[in-house]
């Protein structure tokens, strides 16, 4: 099956780290608890090309804060924030160096390992999806990630972990711009330029959602895939002048 976006996919499978704590956190006061103390990740030691990306087995997990949950990684994507025009090649040099060796990824998909004790929606076990902001310094390429509790949901069971991991960025992005910004309503007519994109085609199923009358720009192959998605009009810009 086609990704839904374009940014790429990693799946995991590893050697995991775990002690577990019998924890009389649960009804019966017999639950297991499962700790993570280290786990795989991918470091990036210093600014610079791939090559300096660092794979290690014993990266130490921090504790979890109480709004935190700690989720074991089945897909994460790899947005071009990370990729060498931007985080790994020194954008935010001054905000990240003296925070180097930071762990890259913002998008992640797999099940809980374990909440903060102030988490009140979701559950260790449960599959969710969600991304982290884009500032943080320990993100998603690890066999462990954590994020806060108001960064995840649930995961549709009809997505794979593939196709979960390749969205939250990229449709948040999508939705901060529809919503915050342009402030949508139903009715309207809005144009999405890039509709073939990972935000592009994030804005257009938003668009659509929110009752808009939606037109797209894009290559000849992304037509049938926004028309699908319902847009009113998809129009190649690779063949057509558009004007506005
Ligand atoms: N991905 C994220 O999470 C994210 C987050 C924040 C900001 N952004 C920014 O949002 C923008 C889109 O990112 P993206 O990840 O969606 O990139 P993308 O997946 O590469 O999509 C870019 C889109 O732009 C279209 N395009 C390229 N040249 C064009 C042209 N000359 N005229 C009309 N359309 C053209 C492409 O169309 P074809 O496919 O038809 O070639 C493609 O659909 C970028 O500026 C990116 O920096 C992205």
């Not at 775990?18 to 795989?40: E, Q």
């Not at 979960?164 to 990229?170: D, K, L």
């Not at 797209?216 to 847009?231: F, H, K, N, Q, V």
Request: glycine fraction near 8%; aromatic fraction near 6%.
């Amino acid at each position: 099956m086609r990704s839904l976006f374009r940014s790429k996919q990693l799946q995991f499978s590893t050697t995991d780290h775990i002690k577990h704590l019998h924890s009389p956190s649960n009804k019966l006061g017999f639950g297991i608890r499962t700790v993570v103390t280290t786990s795989r990740a991918v470091l990036l030691p210093r600014f610079g090309s791939a090559d300096v990306l660092e794979v290690r087995d014993d990266v130490r997990v921090p504790d979890l804060k109480p709004n935190e949950v700690l989720v074991r990684a089945r897909a994460v994507s790899v947005n071009p924030l990370d990729t060498r025009v931007l985080m790994r090649a020194g954008y935010g040099r001054s905000l990240f160096e003296s925070l180097l060796p930071l762990i890259l990824g913002r998008d992640v998909s797999g099940e809980i390992a374990a909440v903060g004790h102030s988490v009140q929606t979701l559950k260790v076990g449960q599959e969710v999806f969600g991304a982290l902001h884009p500032t943080a310094i320990r993100g998603t390429y690890t066999d462990y990630a954590i994020l806060s509790e108001d960064q995840l949901t649930q995961k549709p069971a009809t997505l794979s972990h593939v196709e979960a991991s390749a969205i939250p960025f990229a449709a948040l992005t999508a939705w901060r711009a529809l919503k915050s910004t342009a402030r949508i309503t139903k009715g309207q007519r809005v144009l999405v330029v890039g509709g073939g994109g990972a935000v592009g085609y994030s804005a257009v199923q938003l668009a659509v959602a929110a009752g808009c009358v939606v037109s797209a720009t894009c290559e000849s192959e992304s037509i049938d895939r926004l028309l699908a998605a319902g847009a009113e009009q998809a129009l190649d810009y690779t063949s057509e002048v558009i004007s506005f």
